[in-house]
């Protein structure tokens, strides 16, 4: 029995054409005429997005479930895996689990394992709990409570462990979420 993962939630697989449509309907006039040979080169990488539940605390140490996405390539090994916190999602919509594409993930399609946590108040607890914001403590805990999930996801639903090495990034408030993150 798992300590922390809890369920799969929903999953699917993805190109890197879905990324740019996605894009697209946010920027509509953006031109990304420069960037269409990578996107050529890219156009074959499948990404599976698995958004996740799991087990993990509020910042007054009470139980709570929590979600998150694992983005993972299909069609290649992959390169490493990047836990990465996203920035701060003050609307409540378009977290990973809710999109299943992020920004965030780009880095799937170029054979990286990303690890994104939704946070707490995003995602499955978008109407049950308060965003913590600017606690940054919690912020850590409740991302490697979804490291630790992801850990336990690989070898029971994949067969195979998560690899051991990770790089973490993020960026506004997900880059004080990763440096509480690497306190854990």
């Known amino acids: 029995m798992s300590r922390f993962f809890k369920d799969i939630l929903k999953e699917g697989d993805f190109t890197i ?10 920027f509509p006039s953006l031109d990304l005429s420069r960037i269409e ?9 499948r990404v599976r997005i698995t958004a996740i539940s799991y087990n993990t605390v509020d910042p007054k140490g009470n139980p709570v479930v929590s979600s998150g996405i694992i983005m993972r390539p299909l069609n290649r090994r992959p390169n490493g895996v990047l836990h990465f916190l996203p920035s ?12 299943l594409i992020l920004f965030e993930g780009v880095l799937s399609f170029l054979g990286y394992i990303i690890v994104i946590p939704d946070l707490l108040g995003n ?3 978008k109407d049950t709990v308060e965003y913590p914001f600017l606690m940054a403590e919690n ?16 070898p029971a639903i994949l067969g195979y462990p998560l690899q051991k090495h990770i790089s973490i990034g993020g960026y506004s408030m997900g880059g004080s ?7 854990h």
């Not at 054409?17 to 946010?26: G, I, L, M, P, S």
């Not at 040979?37 to 990488?45: D, E, G, S, T, Y």
């Not at 409740?142 to 490291?147: G, K, N, T």
């Not at 979420?177 to 306190?183: H, I, N, P, S």
Request: aromatic share 8%.
């Open 17 to 26: 054409t879905d990324v740019f449509t996605e894009v697209k309907k946010d």
């Open 123 to 125: 995602g499955i607890t």
């Open 37 to 45: 040979p990578l996107i050529k080169a890219l156009v074959r990488m």
């Open 177 to 183: 979420g990763a440096l509480a993150l690497v306190r």
């Open 88 to 99: 701060a999602n003050i609307d409540k919509f378009g977290s990973g689990s809710d999109a």
């Open 139 to 154: 912020t850590g805990r409740v991302a490697y409570d979804m490291h630790r999930a992801a850990i336990e996801y690989f």
